[in-house]
């Protein structure tokens, strides 16, 4: 079946930096979009960054400059490289997979990451 697990979530001080990492299975990993999207507490949940099977890219304006999206395709992993972490980066990232062909759209758990002094 299809699994995205989530990992490197952590708390940190404001400025810091995180990697999130999305390990992937049961998909053909490069045929798929990959996004991180985070939820805060009272909001909805938000696109923060995607990368496409063309590794093109695409990021929420408010992470721009600061975060990165990347993928190992021969790893079937999707990373999101956090710089320069602001309180407001608080959330659940989830990672998620999309196949634009048949509309597929896949879920991880989530991991928490917390930015707080």
């Known amino acids: 079946q299809v699994q995205l697990v989530e990992s490197g979530g952590d708390m940190v001080q404001p400025g810091g930096s995180l990697r999130l990492s999305c390990a992937a299975s049961g998909i053909i990993f490069s045929a798929y979009r990959m996004g991180w999207y985070r939820q805060a507490p009272g909001k909805q949940r938000e696109l923060v960054a995607a990368?496409?099977?063309?590794?093109?890219?695409n990021y929420v304006d408010s992470v721009k400059g600061r975060f990165t999206i990347s993928r190992d395709n021969a790893k079937n992993t999707v990373y999101l490289q956090m710089n320069s972490l602001k309180p407001e980066a608080t959330a659940v990232y989830y990672c998620?997979?999309?196949?634009?062909?048949?509309?597929?759209?896949?879920w991880g758990q989530g991991t928490q990451v917390t930015v707080s002094s």
């Open positions: 990368i496409t099977s063309g590794k093109s890219t």
């Open positions: 998620n997979a999309r196949y634009q062909i048949t509309r597929s759209d896949y």
